[in-house]
Every structure is written in structure tokens, then in C-alpha cells.
């Protein structure tokens, strides 16, 4: 069972939805370059449009969606992955070292996973608050992935009580904006150490529909655990969900980055690091910038404020000057408490 509490580096999801543009052989690509990429799990949407929609019911007529004009049991129709490819592509995604799983849309979707012993169960944003699956996952007694875009706070404390109440024992929240794509505008990731704050038992993370990796690597600094993207091999290939989605090379990226930002957090740290000490001689400190006789008056021309960092502290430097120096000194010698008494 896959544990998302593990202390560690973001947990990477791949998503590969209807980016496969109903090819099996294009599928089992997706996972390969995935898992070669890094990403520790590829993930599937499983439904049908008979079991998301019925045809006639409603058409696309937002201008700026992707979809716009698309009746939606048609692009359910043409994004869907067969549910006879879901065990090839699981037993693609073990043998690459990966985990599988899925997005159940329905309950006959999650009997269906439960015979590929699905690991771990993601709930899409659109389906958060859907009681009946909600309890269907939970009784599983998985790990469950919440997404949590289109909802107030309420839905979301709602629908973590149906889950944890019909037996979920790990659950992942993932602040999700669910546009396509989404703008870091309108990602609002101080959402995540509120989530975090306000559902302690649960692991925080992100489902980004942004270009780039930008904002899901900023999202690690503010404790995001998990991070969810849409991958495809190629966003020239086109596609439902190319527009919006990674290629390889980004997911690369994505793995190293988020991985250095998570290194990057480590602890309070206000005092010179042992790593920092070899870094100590750069400092500055009261040098002999000229010859000085002994009984010179100490000034700004023959001595002062210089690297490397082995004379007296900068802070002695005005207490000096106008002081007498009790001995001769050379130009280019460091200034040390010594020097100062015979």
C-alpha cells in the first residue's frame, strides 16, 4: 500500500486521462515516458459516457473552454480509456516500477478497479461531492485522493467526513483550481497550509492544471506532499487534455525541482553552519591597510575594514581609531587583539 504520510521528497502523479487519443500502443508509451521521467504513478480516469452523461443533455458553450461546441457525452466518448486496455497499462506501469491507479466515476467503476486491485483511489474535483462514491471508495479501505476545485470549504468537510466515516483511512486533500488550463492567478496556494491547518490527519498536496512547473514547485515550499499533473508525450500531438498537459522533459524537471525544493525546507536555521565554516575567512575584519610605526596614530588610511576575515571584528574598527599602536605593524597583516598590548 502506498503510504503519501512517508517523510520524503512530493510524491509525483502522472495523469494520463484521454491522452492516449484511444491508442493502447500510445498508452503503454505514456506510462514508459512517465516512469522514465521519474513520476512515481501514472494515473487513469475509468467511466464510459454512458456512465458520465446521456447523449443530448448538454453542449459546451463557454467561448474559452477547450471544449467549447463539444457535446459532453461526445468528448466523454472520445477521451474515455477502454476499461479493457486499465490491466495492460497497470501491469505496464509494474513492470516500469511505477504505480497504477485509477479515477473511479461511478461504483461500477470501482468494482471494476477492485478486481485490478487498485492501490490507491483519486476522486476528481467534479465528483467530490458524490456521496454514493465517496462511500464506495472509503469502504475499500485504500488510500483515497481528494481533489478539491468547484468546492467551498464546507462541501470539502462534508465529503472528508462521508469518507472517513465509511472507513478511509489515509486520505490526501489536493487544492485544485479547476480551469483548463489554470493560471497561477488563480492557483491560490496559500490554500495548502490552510487545508493542512484546518484537516491535520490529512496529507496535502496539489492537482496543477498550470503550464510549466512553476507553481507546483512553489507549492512544496508551502507543504504540499503530492503533486498531480496531466502528462502527454507530445502537446503537438493534440489530444482532449494536450493543451494543458506535460511533456516528458518537463516532468523531468518537475521531479528534480520540487525534489530540490523539498530538500531546500530543512529546519530554523540562525547560527553558521558547520557546512558554512570554510566560508567564514570571506568575512571582513580590521586589516593593516599601511605601514604603521609604533606610537602612530591608528586612522582611516592605515587601517581598515577588508577580507579575509582573521583580524579583530569590524565592530572594533571607530574604537580604534585615534588609538595609538603599541608596536610597529606591517601593511597587509591582519590586526589582532595581540598587536594591541606589548
Known amino acids: 500500500m502506498i503510504d503519501f504520510k512517508k517523510p520524503g521528497r ?12 484511444q491508442s493502447l500502443d500510445r498508452a503503454l508509451q505514456i506510462v514508459e ?31 474559452g473552454s477547450l471544449w467549447a461546441g463539444k457535446e459532453l457525452y461526445d468528448l466523454y466518448k472520445e477521451a474515455y480509456t477502454p476499461w479493457e486496455w486499465h490491466q495492460a497499462i497497470f501491469d505496464k506501469a ?28 483519486k476522486i476528481a474535483s467534479f465528483e467530490n461531492t458524490h456521496h454514493p462514491l465517496l ?47 489554470a493560471s497561477p492567478e488563480n492557483s491560490n496556494l496559500m ?18 492544471h498550470t503550464m510549466g512547473i512553476g507553481v507546483s514547485v512553489a507549492s512544496v515550499v508551502l507543504g504540499a506532499k503530492v503533486i498531480e499533473k496531466h502528462f502527454t508525450l507530445s502537446r503537438a500531438d493534440g ?36 557546512a558554512e565554516n570554510a566560508s567564514l575567512i570571506y568575512k571582513r575584519s580590521v586589516y593593516v591597510v599601511d605601514d604603521i610605526a609604533a606610537g602612530e596614530i ?16 569590524p565592530r572594533t574598527f571607530e574604537q580604534l581609531l585615534g588609538t595609538k599602536a603599541p608596536k610597529d605593524l606591517k601593511k597587509g597583516t591582519p590586526l589582532k587583539e595581540t598587536d594591541l598590548s606589548i
Request: proline share 5%.
Open 239 to 274: 489530444g482532449v487534455d494536450s493543451a494543458f498537459s506535460m511533456e516528458p522533459m518537463e516532468l523531468a524537471a518537475l521531479r528534480t525541482e520540487t525534489e530540490r525544493a523539498w530538500q531546500s525546507l530543512g529546519r530554523v536555521q540562525l547560527t553558521v553552519q558547520p
Open 33 to 63: 515516458a512517465a516512469a522514465d521521467a521519474g513520476a512515481d504513478a501514472i494515473k487513469l480516469q475509468t467511466y464510459t459516457a454512458d456512465t458520465m452523461t446521456v447523449k443530448g443533455a448538454y453542449t459546451i458553450t463557454d467561448k
Open 191 to 208: 490554500t495548502i497550509p490552510a487545508l493542512q491547518e484546518m484537516f491535520p490527519g490529512c496529507v496535502i498536496g496539489l492537482s496543477d
Open 135 to 181: 462511500k464506495k471508495v472509503a469502504g475499500t479501505g485504500k488510500p483515497v485522493i481528494l481533489s478539491t476545485g468547484v468546492s467551498n470549504l464546507e462541501d470539502i468537510r462534508e465529503s472528508v467526513e462521508v469518507l472517513v466515516g465509511n472507513g478511509c483511512k489515509q486520505l490526501v486533500l489536493l487544492k485544485c483550481t479547476s480551469t483548463y488550463p
Open 10 to 21: 512530493p510524491y509525483i502523479i502522472a495523469e494520463m486521462s484521454g491522452n492516449h487519443n
Open 298 to 313: 591608528f586612522t582611516e588610511k592605515n587601517i581598515g575594514v577588508i577580507r579575509p576575515g582573521d583580524g579583530l571584528h
Open 94 to 121: 509494474k513492470q516500469k516500477g511505477i504505480a497504477a491507479f485509477s479515477s473511479p466515476f461511478d461504483v461500477t467503476a470501482v468494482d471494476f478497479l477492485e478486481e485490478l486491485d487498485c492501490p490507491v483511489y
